[in-house]
């Protein structure tokens, strides 16, 4: 069996992917020794993120915030600096695996498995995140959006360790939501996710509006057009009805163990559908 | 390749020569005799096999051997102090929360944990510290009881009532 590395700094790990090009970066490992468990079949040699200091924490950098791509889904729910600015965020993260899988699981992992049903992307499309990207040789940021470029593609490229996500505070949104339907409550992958952020302004009508959907389409799936349903409107039955019939016009899903095309498609009208009784609280 | 690795293990210095890439849960299990931590799904989503790393509960199946260095780990051999049951154990047995068992030492070292963080919970918060832990036997409300039963025993300071 191979070796595993536990690096402390980003400098120590790109100098074992100089000396080791085909190893395996790891986090938390729920996502990656659930497809090849350590020593049965993924021999590494495995480089463990963990303990990295630069990866790890959210910081506060004034006009944004910083999230190292170590930070668990349980910090994530803890922080109160991301309580107070990415609400929406903090509420996807609750919705993942239970607390074990949210006490290993990290949201740099999530991002790199780049899967539809990742809990935390609905959100970070949401607020226009940005990932950063360091090598030996270079450090780059991009949206997250350009990042993840299908179902399990990204732009990450050999020597590359994703670093931190970064979202800038200034989003104006001051109500968020999101719900996310599986097969059960806990430790269920989506069969569809929604993620809604908007301005209210003081007569109720929402000023602005973003969407973002999961598990509907090969990546997190956004439309303009269903954001614009809500523009200078009240929450009311007919915007609804007419941001489901774009959302169910618009997703592309697929057929898999947990549900059929046809039950995503419906589900993702009904998750637009069932804003009003979010809403309901706040009024 | 075999490599010298060092933690706390149930508040006792270790020093063990294991294989870095090997689940930490198998060392456990097998270099280390502690077969009380056990192997459900070996894929993260039943909790058979949680460990406390650190005071945080994690899953021994998607570990490696080498992420034990320098950690203090508590598995359900290091859960009774001095002969006695804890408490949440304690409870399982007084409550009938234990059927086949295979669940149980997960399900204990779960509720001690979470309960150490959160000693007044409400039976929805224990639902849902529980909810990686799948029990096949006992229909889950006797270990849901079993736990607001220790809570409660523990709040009032291993007295009755
Ligand atoms: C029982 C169970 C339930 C789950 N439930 C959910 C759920 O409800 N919602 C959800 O979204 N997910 C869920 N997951 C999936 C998983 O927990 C998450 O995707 C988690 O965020 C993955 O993070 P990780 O650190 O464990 O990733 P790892 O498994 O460590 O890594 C995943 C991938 O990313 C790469 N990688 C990780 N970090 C970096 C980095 N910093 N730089 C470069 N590459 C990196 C790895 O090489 C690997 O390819 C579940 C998993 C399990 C086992
Ligand atoms: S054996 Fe680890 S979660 Fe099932
Ligand atoms: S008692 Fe048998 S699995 Fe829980």
Request: proline share 5%; net charge negative; aromatic share 4%.
């Amino acid at each position: 069996m191979g070796k595993v590395y536990l690096p402390d700094s980003l400098p120590e790990v790109f100098d074992i992917l100089s000396r080791e090009p085909g190893a395996v970066l790891y986090a938390g490992g729920t996502d990656v020794f659930v497809k090849s468990p350590p020593g049965k079949g993924n021999d590494g040699p495995l480089v463990c993120l963990e303990k990295v200091g630069e990866l790890t924490g959210a910081s506060d950098l004034g006009g944004e915030v910083r999230i190292g791509a170590c930070t668990t889904h349980r910090e994530i729910v803890a922080s109160r600096l991301i309580g107070e600015h990415f609400p929406l965020l903090a509420r996807a993260a609750r919705h993942i695996g239970a607390p074990a899988v949210r006490n290993m699981g990290t949201i740099g992992g999530n991002i790199c498995t780049a899967s539809p049903a990742g809990d935390t992307l609905p959100p970070l499309y949401i607020y226009d995140a940005e990932v950063e990207l360091q090598s030996a040789k270079r450090a780059r940021r991009l949206p997250l959006s350009s990042f993840i470029q299908g179902p399990g593609q990204t732009l990450l490229e050999g020597g590359d360790v994703l670093s931190a996500v970064y979202i800038k505070k200034d989003h104006g949104y001051t109500f968020c939501h999101f719900e996310k339907a599986g097969q059960r409550r806990a430790m269920a992958i989506s069969i569809a996710s929604f993620a809604f952020a908007a301005r209210i302004g003081d007569d109720g009508r929402v000023e602005r509006a973003r969407c973002a959907f999961g598990s509907v389409a090969p990546t997190v799936l956004t439309m303009e057009a269903v954001d614009t349903c809500f523009a200078g409107r009240h929450v009311e039955d007919d915007v609804l009805a007419c941001a489901a019939a774009l959302v169910r016009a618009g997703v592309s899903p697929i057929s898999d163990v947990r549900a059929s095309k046809e039950y995503r498609r419906a589900v993702a009208g009904n998750l637009v559908m069932r804003l009003e009784c979010a809403l309901r609280g706040t009024r | 390749m075999k490599q010298t690795i060092s933690f706390v293990l149930n508040g006792s210095a270790v020093l063990i020569e294991a294989d870095p890439a090997r689940r930490a849960l198998d060392v456990l299990r097998e270099d280390l005799g502690l077969t009380g931590t056990k192997e459900g799904c070996g894929q993260g989503e039943c909790g058979a096999c949680s460990i406390i790393v650190d005071g945080v509960v994690k899953l021994s199946c998607l570990m490696t051997a080498a992420q034990l260095e320098g950690r203090e780990i508590v598995t359900i051999e290091g859960v009774a102090a001095d002969g006695e049951l804890h408490p949440v154990q304690a409870a399982f047995v007084e409550h009938g929360a234990v059927q086949c068992g295979f669940c149980t030492p997960g399900m204990v070292i779960s509720a001690v944990n979470f309960l150490e963080g959160n000693p007044e919970p409400s039976r929805e918060e224990v639902r849902e510290a529980l909810s990686g832990n799948l029990c096949r036997c006992t229909g889950y409300q006797k270990i849901v009881d079993a736990v607001e039963g220790a809570a409660q025993k523990m709040r009032s300071g291993g007295q009755d009532g």
